[in-house]
């Protein structure tokens, strides 16, 4: 079956710009996550969805980043006035659900580069 | 906090060596363990995971990897890497239960000599 995708693969943009990235989870799996994969910090845990409960943001490493789930399914991530230093590879995962023997799978990744 | 750690940045083998890359881990709870790995360009593959049970755990591609509690460690192993294995390979730590906000080591990257 078909995997976890996201779009776009790579999105260049200028300082101050907003971008958008997106996040198609597995089919019937109810969890989804975000996280940044940078030279300077490895990977790191962004923000979590389950169901219809509210997402644990506690990662965002400020408030120019949101993300949201329509539907249940479809992730969107916003970065607000990009900065250089979000230049990184954004890696989207989902889960059928919480908790339990089971993992995550993960998407590509969007690589994003900050002019 | 939780913490996981790769003591090695880089490892280069032989093809058809044996390997063995290291993970210890900081967790204040029984740990969910999970090694993955990665590919130019390519997203994160699971390789194998611990959750529970047997400390010995096999998974794809012929590794395995064994949790060793009282150490802290979950290393990973291969009897005979093939070129293919090149790759980087990363160790992550998550709760079992609720959300399971992977924590990641830095990751190892292993390069093959033919």
């Known amino acids: 079956g078909a995997g976890v995708s996201q779009s776009p693969s790579n999105k260049v943009t200028e300082k101050g710009k907003d971008v958008e990235l997106r996040c198609d989870p597995i089919s019937g799996h109810t969890a989804l996550y975000w996280y940044r994969q940078s030279l300077g910090q490895g990977l790191e845990f962004l923000i979590y969805?389950?169901?219809?409960?509210?997402?644990?943001k506690s990662g965002l490493p400020s408030d120019r980043f949101s993300a949201e789930r329509t539907g249940g399914s479809v992730s969107t991530l916003t970065i607000q006035r990009t900065q250089q230093e979000d230049s990184a590879v954004y890696l989207c995962?989902?889960?059928?659900?919480?908790?339990?023997?089971?993992?995550?799978?993960f998407g590509p990744g969007t690589r994003l580069t900050v002019l | 906090a939780q913490s996981v750690t790769q003591p090695d940045i880089h490892i280069t083998v032989s093809e058809g060596a044996s390997l063995e890359l290291r993970c210890n881990y900081s967790y204040g709870a029984t740990p969910y363990l999970f090694w993955y790995v990665q590919s130019p360009g390519q997203g994160l593959q699971l390789l194998l995971k611990?959750?529970?049970?047997?400390?010995l755990v096999q998974g794809i591609k012929g590794f395995e990897a064994e949790f060793k509690r009282s150490q802290s460690s979950f290393n990973l192993r291969k009897p005979s890497v093939h070129w293919s294995d090149a790759a980087e390979y990363f160790c992550a730590v998550g709760k079992i239960q609720g959300a399971q906000k992977l924590v990641f080591g830095q990751g190892t990257r292993l390069t093959i000599n033919p």
């Open positions: 969805f389950q169901g219809n409960s509210a997402p644990d």
């Open positions: 611990y959750f529970s049970g047997d400390t």
């Open positions: 995962a989902s889960r059928i659900r919480q908790g339990g023997d089971n993992e995550q799978f």
